[in-house]
């Protein structure tokens, strides 16, 4: 067991998940339900803990790591995807063997249910746009996939259940699950004849510039569901600003650019993440607790 389990923040657990804490934990587990202000903040909650839980809006810096003497496990209550893109200092915590593990795919369902729902909203003027002239279907345009993971190849098997065409652009190809309506493009390329682009890339990735927002059809339309903006805001804004172009960004993608975005009329802002449902939120906590059960399970283990 750990002596001392703190979540940090609102990891976004489920209320059975937290008390599911307790079996691996002597003393009762701490849980807070904001972001820390400041890392003292952080520190002054983490305290003498050996458990650290946390999701992916609170930094866990190497200071942090190296004043937090008692931690030996830190779960991180979102998707890991590589050191670049995470907010815990994977290298520090290597260094001082803090074991670090995330979780993946609990929330893609929930993403492609909403691009899809968009889409279809903006193509057939269910809300208060509409693409066209006149509605239109999904069927026979092409949609641009940026990002060929899991999420990616999801939305990719949806778009083709709407007779839609397929481009991705990712930094390997995926030669196995091309196929007749499924092709990889080169960036520009793929910007050039997709009418809808979505982005689906790690956190602190930014990948369109605007030579990028300058190749894009004319009438495109881009989504961004990823943590944080996957673009330069500025060349997004003089983009956008022309006339004729949607966007679709949930919280996540939108990050701490909401309001500014907010102000173009082509913009959507959905203001919760689009991939954080009931069930996602279930597959978190499992996944969460899977986690430490394995950790406990090798640590029991290790001579």
């Not at 200071?63 to 815990?88: Q, T």
């Not at 193509?123 to 345009?141: A, H, M, N, S, Y």
């Not at 602190?204 to 927002?213: P, S, V």
């Amino acid at each position: 067991m750990f002596a001392q389990i703190v979540c940090v923040d609102d990891t976004r657990l489920t209320p059975e998940g937290i008390g599911a804490l307790r079996r691996f934990s002597r003393e009762e587990p701490r849980c807070y339900g904001s972001i820390p202000a400041s890392e003292e903040e952080t520190l002054a909650r983490i305290g003498d803990a050996d458990c650290l839980l946390v999701s992916w809006k609170t930094p866990i810096t190497g200071r942090i790591l190296r004043a937090s003497r008692g931690l030996r496990y830190v779960g991180m209550c979102c998707s890991l995807y590589d050191p670049a893109s995470a907010n815990v200092d994977i290298g520090t915590a290597g260094e001082l063997g803090i074991e670090v593990r995330g979780v993946r795919d609990y929330g893609d369902e929930g993403v492609v249910e909403f691009i899809f729902a968009e889409l279809i909203s903006l193509f057939k003027g269910l809300g208060d746009r509409q693409w066209g002239d006149e509605p239109v279907e999904l069927t026979g345009r092409t949609l641009g996939i940026i990002g060929f993971g899991t999420t990616g190849r999801m939305v990719a098997e949806a778009a083709l259940s709407f007779g839609m065409e397929v481009l991705y652009h990712s930094r390997t190809r995926k030669p196995a699950l091309e196929g007749k309506r499924v092709c990889y493009a080169p960036l520009r390329e793929l910007l050039s004849r997709a009418d809808a682009v979505t982005t689906h890339l790690p956190r602190n990735t930014r990948l369109l510039d605007g030579e990028a927002f300058a190749a894009m059809k004319p009438g495109a339309v881009l989504i961004n569901t990823s943590l944080g903006p996957t673009f330069d805001v500025p060349a997004f804004c003089d983009w956008i600003e022309r006339g004729g172009c949607y966007a679709i960004f949930d919280a996540d993608g939108a990050g701490g650019y909401a309001e500014d975005l907010a102000r173009y009329s082509g913009v959507r802002i959905f203001g919760r993440s689009a991939g954080f449902t009931a069930e996602a939120r279930l597959r978190l906590t499992e996944k969460v607790l899977g986690n430490i059960r394995s950790y406990l399970d090798q640590a029991s283990r290790t001579p």
